[in-house]
C-alpha cells in the first residue's frame, strides 16, 4: 500500500505544475484525498480536499483560485493543478488518503520550487 506523488519541479514565478498523487494497494475511491505542503522552517499546512462522494472540493484561502484538486478513480489518481505559482508556493507537496472508518495513508512528498 502507498501513495507515491510526482510532478514537483523548479520553476518561475507565474508558471504551472500538476502534481499527481498515484495509489497502489488500494482502491482511492473510498479515501478523500488532501494535499498538504510544508514550506521551508514552517508548519505543514492542507491546501486542498477532493472528496470521495462527488469529487467536491475545498480549498486554503492562499491557493483558491490558483489550484485545482481533481481525481481519476479509475486510473487510481489524484491531481493537483498549480497555476500562478508564486515563490510563496514553494514546499514540500504530499497527497494523503483517509477514510470513514480511519484508514490514513500519506505520500513521501515531492518538492516544489518557485524562484527566479
Known amino acids: 500500500v502507498q501513495l507515491v506523488e510526482s510532478g514537483g519541479g523548479l520553476v518561475q514565478p507565474g508558471a504551472s505544475l500538476r502534481l499527481s498523487c498515484v495509489a497502489s494497494?488500494?482502491?482511492?475511491?473510498?479515501?478523500?484525498i488532501n494535499w498538504y505542503r510544508q514550506p521551508p522552517g514552517k508548519e505543514r499546512e492542507l491546501v486542498a480536499v477532493v472528496t470521495r462522494a462527488g469529487g467536491d472540493t475545498n480549498y486554503a484561502e492562499s491557493v483558491k483560485g490558483r489550484f485545482t484538486a481533481s481525481r481519476d478513480n479509475g486510473k487510481n489518481t489524484a491531481y493537483l493543478q498549480m497555476n500562478s505559482l508564486a515563490p510563496e508556493d514553494t514546499a514540500v507537496y504530499c497527497c494523503r488518503a483517509t477514510s470513514l472508518w480511519g484508514t490514513d495513508y500519506w505520500g513521501q512528498g515531492t518538492q516544489v520550487t518557485v524562484s527566479s
Open positions: 494497494g488500494f482502491s482511492i475511491s473510498t479515501y478523500d
